[in-house]
């Protein structure tokens, strides 16, 4: 019996596609292993590369410490650890104490953080949750932006203007010596300088809120307010947490807004009305008119002594939010 033309045709067709189906398949697996070599080296360049960043800015870091360190070393030998406590600053008789420094930042600061933080969650709250498009939302945002984009010196300017005259009637009023210029003064502009890092931070994260959390909470019945009380805070508030420690350290360090502002004494002040003087705001005062080797190292160990009180202040509130996350 012949064989048929269409079974050797199909004999034929089948030999062919065994020789040629094993080759494109090792071909194709071989494209495949070439990229996935290719991708692996990437992601190991990539790996790399961002060990490499963060181990510079921890080296930066250091670096800034270990400078302050060793510039202040005279003023540590001289002074020792009473330049902390002591309450006289008087470069003319080489008497050097930050206790009045320090306590005209922290005033200033947590003052500052006080007054904004109401603002900050109020205008959170409303672009985040209650208005978060339209143009209205639009022109609070960009408003918002403008005012973390303004330089503290226009800011100090504007207090000296604005602020000083009406900060002067309210201590008239309390018959209070009528400085203008002072604590509460410079805590009022930082005030208005850190409330826009608390606001944006706390916009973000109130509008990344589950939708289904809320629509849960509806359904059982819970008011708008009871919704941001009981599921939209709670949610956020490591993250709100973290816009008030943001805020703060924004604060700590403002040297040209506070300096216009605070009255430039060395005295420790007696009320939140009385005149005085930040860490900051000393050396950007005196800096310049250092003569001698001590009293420049005495401003250096004063930067170094802002330097960890911020770091202090950033680890106790780190603590505090994962305290709050856990819980």
């Known amino acids: 019996m012949k064989p048929s033309f269409a079974n050797a045709d199909n004999t034929a067709g089948a030999n062919i596609q065994d020789s040629f189906v094993p080759q494109t398949q090792v071909k194709v697996k071989n494209s495949r292993l070439a990229l996935s070599d290719k991708q692996l080296k990437w992601e190991v360049s990539f790996k790399k590369l961002l060990i ?28 020792g650890i009473g330049y902390l406590w002591g309450k006289v600053w008087d470069p003319v008789s080489n008497i050097y104490g930050a206790y009045p420094f320090l306590i005209g930042t922290l005033l200033t600061s947590f003052i500052a953080l006080i007054i904004s933080i109401p603002f900050s969650y109020a205008i959170a709250i409303y672009l985040g949750e209650y208005n978060p498009k339209g143009w209205l939302s639009d022109l609070l945002k960009n408003t918002i932006e403008l005012i973390a984009a303004v330089p503290s010196i226009i800011y100090g300017f504007w207090g000296l203007f604005v602020l000083v005259p009406i900060v002067r009637a309210i201590e008239i009023k309390f018959h209070v010596l009528p400085y203008g210029i002072g604590i509460f003064t410079s805590s009022l502009i930082l005030a208005v300088m850190i409330i826009p890092y608390g606001a944006s931070l706390g916009i973000t994260l109130i509008r990344m ?25 709670p949610f956020t508030r490591s993250g709100l947490f973290a816009g008030i420690l943001l805020s703060l350290g924004r604060a700590l360090g403002e040297t ?29 005062n005196e800096f310049t008119e250092a003569d001698h080797t001590e009293y420049l190292s005495a401003l250096i160990e004063l930067g170094l002594v802002l330097f960890l009180v911020t770091v202090v202040i950033n680890l106790i509130g780190k603590r505090i939010i994962t305290r709050f996350t856990n819980n």
Not at 258 to 282: D, E, K, Q
């Open 52 to 79: 490499i960043m963060s181990a510079v800015l921890l080296v930066l870091v250091l670096g800034v410490m270990v400078t302050l360190i060793v510039e202040s070393l005279p003023s540590i030998k001289a002074l």
């Open 209 to 233: 809120v589950p939708t289904p959390l809320k629509e849960a909470a509806y359904g059982l019945g819970a008011t708008r307010f009871e919704v941001i009380r009981k599921v939209i805070m």
């Open 256 to 284: 040209m807004a506070v300096t216009m502002l605070i009255g430039n004494t060395s005295a420790i002040p007696t009320s939140i009305f009385a005149p005085g003087n930040t860490m900051a705001s000393v050396i950007a």
